[in-house]
C-alpha cells in the first residue's frame, strides 16, 4: 500500500522560502510521477510541479522560476523547494504518485504566506 507523507508547511512572509518534503512508502521500482498539488480556499485542486521517476519535470508556469522540485532516491523522499513566495501561493499542497493510472494522495501540508 502507497503512503504519502507531507512536511515542511508553515507560516511564511513574501519572498520566503520553504522546503516541502513528500515520504513515499510502499512503492515499488515500477516507474511513476510523483508531483505537488495545491488547493487554495474556495478553489480547486492544481499541479505546481511534477517529477518522472527519470528525473524530467514539469511546472505550472505561475511557479516557473521560483520552485524546484527533485528527488532523493536513497531517502524515496520528492522535495519541493519554494522560494520568492508570494501571497497567492497560500494553499493546501498535496503529493500525489501516479503510477499506471492509480492516483495515491497524502494529506496535506499547509503554506501560508503573509503580505
Known amino acids: 500500500q502507497v503512503q504519502l507523507l507531507e512536511s515542511g508547511g508553515g507560516l511564511v512572509q513574501s519572498w520566503g522560502s520553504l522546503r516541502l518534503s513528500c515520504e513515499v512508502s510502499?512503492?515499488?521500482?515500477?516507474?511513476?510521477?510523483v508531483g505537488w498539488f495545491r488547493q487554495a480556499p474556495g478553489g480547486g485542486r492544481d499541479l505546481v510541479a511534477h517529477i518522472t521517476t527519470s528525473g524530467g519535470t514539469n511546472y505550472a508556469d505561475s511557479v516557473k522560476g521560483r520552485f524546484t522540485i527533485s528527488r532523493d532516491g536513497a531517502k524515496n523522499t520528492v522535495l519541493l523547494q519554494m522560494n520568492s513566495l508570494k501571497p497567492e501561493d497560500t494553499a493546501v499542497y498535496y503529493c500525489?504518485?501516479?503510477?499506471?493510472?492509480?492516483?495515491?494522495w497524502g494529506k496535506g501540508t499547509l503554506v501560508t504566506v503573509s503580505s
Open positions: 510502499g512503492s515499488d521500482s515500477r516507474p511513476n510521477v
Open positions: 500525489n504518485l501516479q503510477q499506471f493510472g492509480t492516483h495515491y
